[in-house]
């Protein structure tokens, strides 16, 4: 009795105890409450894409494990996985009870590579305390003709690294094709070894003459860019597509052909052959302003007058064409301009195919502001690329281009200084005080009230050299802006990056969702761009990687920076279709990052 009753200390040792228990006690985790396998055909041809697809169903959001699956060696496999939710309400006495249940569907595309009879299985699913055998299948592989041929070709077998190599491959088909589509996880397949750009929206149907007869022929055509030096293979791309089962247009009855019944259809893969690119680095020697554009590019500048009045603003064109890497045109390189206030550019592209070559044209505008009058030159605006038929770094300029800038209007665009013939005529007007009419002293009456007793005076009379200095500051400034680069972008960064993100966060709001990673992806890129003055357009991971490591970024940060450009490029490239809830997180995402790459680029 007396241990039960002992030490009232005991107690809140107690509860404390259970309290820190509780603490490290994990979270309920998802309970399996049933699982089912089903099989989406079990007769296929060679080349045939059919699925299997296991259903999980969980009290949960959990992500669950795999199913184990025997009998796969015969398949060519590629997995993918979805989840949804479901719920019920029930009504029982008045009771009102919901439950809801998650639905994951693990689902393994095959695809029969040569005739025979296999077994799928046994499958099996095994997560805590549940574990049941799915069951398993047999599946008959009968040999069919392939339904069509590839034949693929690059249009050089050395390039410079980011140099625009042509890529065609030409598919020619037999009548019972319907239907040739792209694999869904293209980006996947080339976007890690080349930047790529489609040179057709869409796979066209034509008709060529093939051993003497008329057959239906499609094009490929992708613009690709190198990334990393060295040897490099395009793996084969493999082709889908969609044909009437061999034997079925045969035995296709009258009825079904008048009523329009489709012979059924059966899905084929055929696979590209794989092509090899020796990759040759860019040489040394690049200039401080080079971007990385490879290829062949001009430049055209252009003002929107000829004349203006001092303080009046003129626009200044500049149009820059090229057939490298799209993302590699920045900012030209601006002359120096003293006598000009030059604001940031108004910027717009766009990329098109000519031939077999992919052109991107970028404009900039800029506004200039003329600050003093007379005849003045704005000299040759140029912009770095290596052009790989030279060998070497060389410059695209315009010619430069004449200004003639008239008197401003009275007012508009005061100097702090006067000439000599100023003060003279100013001189003229000056008329001395005669004392007569001022009272009988011949003086002013209250010497107290003179203007330099106040305190305003004083205030007045300091802030002229404080207006002076500004401007000069400010004068200072936009010079070392104009002049030095390096200085110039890091400076303006922080800025550049609000812009882009408000741009983004505009797309997003307006449901644009390729236009709201492009602008996620130009933030995520532009930014230690403008903080490191290198150009991270066009550079391979590790290169990244090793330029944001070298200047303190946080490896945490450096995978963040790989994880959300592969986002970017898999959206715009991939054909996905983010939710809203999808943008937002990946725009937080991007925030934090910029914010933690801001403190740690420093």
Known sequence: MRRLSNPPSSLPVTALAILVALCFVAAPRAAVLSAEASLGSTRVVTGEAFQLTVRVVADKRENLPWPTVEGLEPFTVSKTTGT???SQTTI?????????????????LLTAREAGSYTVGPIRYAYKDFERDLGRASVTVT????????RASMSKQRAYAGEQVFYNLHITSSDAVQSINLPKDFQKRVGDKFFFQMLDSAIERRTATVDGREVPVYDVRIALFPLIAGPAVLEGIPIEYRRIRPGAQESQSMFDAFFGNGAPLITQTAIAAPLRLQVTPLPAGAPSDFTGSVGQYSLKASLDKSSTAAGEP?????????????????????????GFEVYDPEESGTSAPEGSTLWTTRTFKYVLIPSREGNTTVGAVSFPYFDPARGAYVRAESQPLAVHVTPGKPGATPS????????????????HIKAGGMGKEGRLRDDADLPYRHATFFFLALLAPVAFFAA?????????????????????ASGALRRRLKDARQAMESGRSREFYRA?????????????????????????????????????SVEAYDTLLQRCDLVQFAGLSPTAEEMSRDLGSAEALLERLDKELA
């Open 84 to 86: 949804s939710s479901s």
């Open 92 to 108: 029982i006495n008045g009771t009102v009870s919901r439950s809801e249940s998650y639905v994951t569907d693990f689902i393994y």
């Open 143 to 150: 040999k069919a003709e392939a339904g069509i041929s590839t």
């Open 314 to 338: 003129i626009t200044l064109t500049v149009t820059i064409r090229g057939n490298g890497q799209p993302k590699s045109i920045t900012r030209p390189v601006l002359p120096d301009l003293p």
């Open 416 to 431: 702090p200084y006067l000439g000599g013939r100023a003060i003279a005529d100013l001189g003229g007007d000056i008329r």
């Open 472 to 492: 000069l500051f400010q004068r200072r400034r936009a010079d070392r802006l104009r002049t030095d680069v390096a200085w110039s972008r890091r400076t303006r």
């Open 520 to 556: 996620l992806s130009e933030a995520v890129m532009a930014f230690p761009s403008d903080k490191l003055n290198r150009e991270f357009r066009g550079l391979t991971f590790s290169d990244a990687a090793a330029a944001l490591a070298a200047k303190g970024a946080a490896p945490e």
